[in-house]
């Protein structure tokens, strides 16, 4: 089945708004754990204007199932930090500094020999690797050289199209379209597949549907969204049951 990993990021911006430690980031960690999710993600940021770095050290002390960091390894700061705490999975995306959000994946041919070093220092550590790509066939060949272990398809396009078009049917097929075909080809290459940004309760049936094959997803804005109104624990239950 396919793996729900929770971002709490979010939870870690709400903290930050007002100061202290309310809500908690540690306790939410351990919360969505319990409440069933198959793993944490956090994406600390330089600026560590969410996701603190003594957050992540505190997160992989209670972990008890899998720990997924991402971010910018362009920043040395974030390489240290993933090596220090040698995190289960670490998803590499390649955010500007100062970035809102993730918003595009690798050229994967451009930083072809950059993404080949990178990705053998994490894996010389045990850590296994995804990196962030658009659902580009080209794209996905080229990650397949670069030695990762696994992509993660870049999903808000699926996302902005599902239900577009002159039917919802035909707009979610057109959606899906290129990232069936990317995904079979990383299956075609032996690449982990997950996938992630703007996945909620939606559309991510329809695409795990699609791609039965999907390894995990990571769900943190329109995940945290629903639980201020459903409560964590049955959001939690209630996206695991889009993957079932």
């Known amino acids: 089945m396919t793996k729900l990993s929770v971002n709490i990021n979010k939870i870690a911006t709400l903290r930050n708004s007002r100061g202290g430690n309310n809500p908690d980031v540690v306790k939410a960690a351990i919360d969505v754990q319990r409440f069933g999710a198959d793993g944490v993600t956090v994406h600390p940021r330089p600026d560590e204007r969410h996701i603190r770095y003594s957050d992540v050290r505190e997160i992989k002390k209670i972990i008890t199932t899998e720990f997924n960091i991402e971010g910018n390894c362009t920043e040395q700061k974030f390489v240290d930090l993933v090596l220090e705490t040698k995190p289960d999975q670490v998803t590499l995306v390649p955010d500007a500094l100062g970035q809102l959000t993730s918003d595009h ?3 994967t041919i451009r930083n072809k020999d950059y993404l080949r070093d990178i990705i053998g220092v994490f894996k010389k550590a045990g850590i296994r690797v995804s990196i962030f790509v658009d659902p580009d066939v080209k794209m996905v060949e080229g990650a397949a050289a670069t030695g990762t272990d696994r992509i993660e398809l870049y999903t808000e396009g699926y996302a902005k199209q599902f239900g577009a078009g002159p039917s919802a049917g035909s707009g979610r097929e057109l959606a899906v379209k290129p990232y069936v075909e990317a995904a079979k080809k990383a ?3 032996g690449l982990g597949l997950n996938a992630g940004h703007d996945l909620d309760l939606h559309n991510l049936q329809y695409f795990k549907q699609n791609i039965p094959w999907l390894d995990e997803v ?9 639980a201020i109104y459903l409560g964590l624990e049955n959001t939690v239950q209630l996206y695991k049951r889009q993957l079932m």
């Open 105 to 107: 994946g690798w050229d």
């Open 187 to 189: 299956k075609d290459l």
């Open 218 to 226: 990571s769900i943190g804005h329109a995940l945290i969204c629903d």
